[in-house]
């Protein structure tokens, strides 16, 4: 899963700065209808870890039954806010 591909996929373009407000709404209700139905972890993880950093993200406990997934999660949720320190 790149991120270049992703943004392209959900948001029809590549450079996140041309993203209007109704092309990031669209894409976002996308997003969340491709994570519910996704079944491979990994890419269901990336899923959420973008719509985590757009703001979208669902609760961990709803996102996640698995506890490693949902303690990877908060893990990388962590690591988010001390690069922002």
């Known amino acids: 899963m790149e991120f270049d591909d992703q943004l392209r996929r ?11 407000p109704a092309a990031l709404d669209a894409g976002v209700e996308r997003m969340l209808v491709d994570f519910g139905l996704e079944k491979d972890r990994a890419r269901r993880f990336g899923l959420w870890t973008l719509l985590h950093m757009l703001g979208r993200a ?5 996102a996640f039954k698995d506890a490693a997934d949902r303690d990877a999660a908060r893990d990388f949720m962590d690591m988010i806010d001390r690069a922002g320190d």
Not at 10 to 20: I, L
């Open 58 to 62: 669902p609760d961990l406990d709803v």
């Open 10 to 20: 959900y948001f029809g373009t590549d450079d996140f700065a041309q993203v209007t």
